[in-house]
C-alpha cells in the first residue's frame, strides 16, 4: 500500500508513526511534513490546501489511500478531488465536513436526529441577537457559525460580553464571513471529553476518549490555543458512558448525515460536557485532535491502515479494533510568545535523549532544519512529547521525564497536564 498523509503537525506525525508500522505499507508520503515525520516518509512540498497539486501527485505516484489530518484540506474538498480521481480519501467530503465547518449546520444534525446538547438560536440580524441575549440573560455562548481557527467562541458570563461578542463578529466583522452570522447557546456545566470514531459512512467503531487542556498556562489560565496537552483514557468518562455516546451522538449523527445523502467517512470527532443532566455534544470536528491523536495511536493494537482502509471500503461492520491496556499523556512544548506571536529561530536539541526515556516517544509539529542542519522552532506548537505507561501516573512520569531532556530555552509547556486525572 502506498499512502500520502496530509498536514504537518503532531498529529500527522503520530499518524505516520502508526502507519510506518502496518505490514500493508510498502511506501509512506506526507505533505508538507515536517523533520521528524521526515524520519518516516518522504515529505513534498505541497500546502495541505493545494487540492489540485496533491490529487496529481497522488495520481503520478500511484497511492492507494490519502489520509488527511487536518479540517482545511477537508472543507477544500480534497475527499471529493480524489474519489473523482478514483483514489480512496479517508475523510469526509466537503459535504460531510460541515459537521465541523458549520456551528449551525451541526445544531440541525442534532436536532433531527435527537442528539443531547444546548439549546441555541440562529442569527443573522445582529439587532436580533441583541435582544436575544437581553430577553435571555447570562450565561450564554455566542459562537461564529462559520469556521474561525478556534477565535469565534465567547462564553459570555455578562450581558456586556455578549453583546461585545455581537458587535464584534457581527458588525465589525473582526472574523470575516464566519462571523456574519452566530449561533447564540446555553452554556453548558461541566468537564469536557473528547470522544472519537472511526466511521464508514453507515457503520462506526470507537477510536477511544481524551481530554485536551485548551488554555495556554497551568491551572487552565491565560488565552485558549490549539491545545497544550491531552490524556487517555479518561477515568470521568465511564465504559458505559462512552457506550451512550457511542449510540446517543455519533450513530445518530451517521444517520441523519446518511439520510440526507452525504454519508460520513473518516474520524469523527465528538466534543462533549459531562453536564448534571447527562452528556451534551459541543461540537463536532471532522478529523482527529491534535494532541489528541498522540494519545489515542500508541494505545491501539490493532493495524491503522487495515482499519482506514476498511472505513474507505464500507467495511468497518465486521471490524475489531483491539487496544494496549496502557494509558498515554502528552506534553505539548510551545515556542516563547504562543498563541499570540510565537518565536522563531531558537534552536532545540536533546530529542535523542528524550526518545530514550522508556515509554516515551516525541512528535514534531512546527520544526525545521536550519541551512547547517540544526532542528530549530518554525511554528507555535514544536513538539508533543508523549509518554505511555500501565495508567495515567505513568505515563506523566515518562512524558515529563521526556520533556525534561530537551535543551530547549526558548519553549515552555504546561506542568500540569492530567490535573483532572491525577490532581495538580
Ligand atoms: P467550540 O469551538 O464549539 O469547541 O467551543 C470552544 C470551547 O468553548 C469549548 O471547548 C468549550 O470549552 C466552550 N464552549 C462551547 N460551547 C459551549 C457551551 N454551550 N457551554 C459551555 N462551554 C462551551
Ligand atoms: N485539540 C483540539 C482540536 O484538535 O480541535
Known sequence: MRVLVVGSGGREHALCWALAASPLLTKLYCAPGNPGIGELA??????TTDIAELVAFAQEHAIDLVVPGPEAPLSAGIADAMEDAAIACCGPTRD??????SKSFTKQICDEAGIPTAAWERFEDAEAARAFVQRRGTPLVVKADG????????VATTEDEALAAIDAFMEEGTLGEAGRAVVIEECLLGEEVSVFALC??????????AQDHKRVGDGDTGPNTGGMGAYSPVPALSPEAE?????????????AMAARGTPFRGILFAGLMLTAEGIKLIEFNVRFGDPECQVLLPRLKSDLLAALLAACDGELAQF????HDTAALAVVLAARGYPAAPERGSAIRGLGAASAVPGALVFHAGTALDPAGQLVAAGGRVLTVCGTGADLHAA????????DRIDWPE????RDIGWRALGG
Open 42 to 47: 518522504e515529505c513534498v512540498k505541497i500546502g
Open 96 to 101: 460531510a465536513a460541515r459537521l465541523e465547518s
Open 147 to 154: 469556521l474561525a481557527a478556534g477565535k469565534g467562541v465567547v
Open 200 to 209: 464508514d459512512g453507515t457503520n462506526a467503531i470507537p477510536l477511544g476518549a
Open 243 to 255: 457506550q451512550t455516546v457511542m449510540d446517543r451522538v455519533i450513530r445518530p449523527a451517521l444517520e
Open 320 to 323: 475489531d479494533l483491539r487496544w
Open 396 to 403: 506523566r512520569a515518562a512524558a515529563y521525564a521526556a520533556v
Open 411 to 414: 519553549g515552555f509547556c504546561r
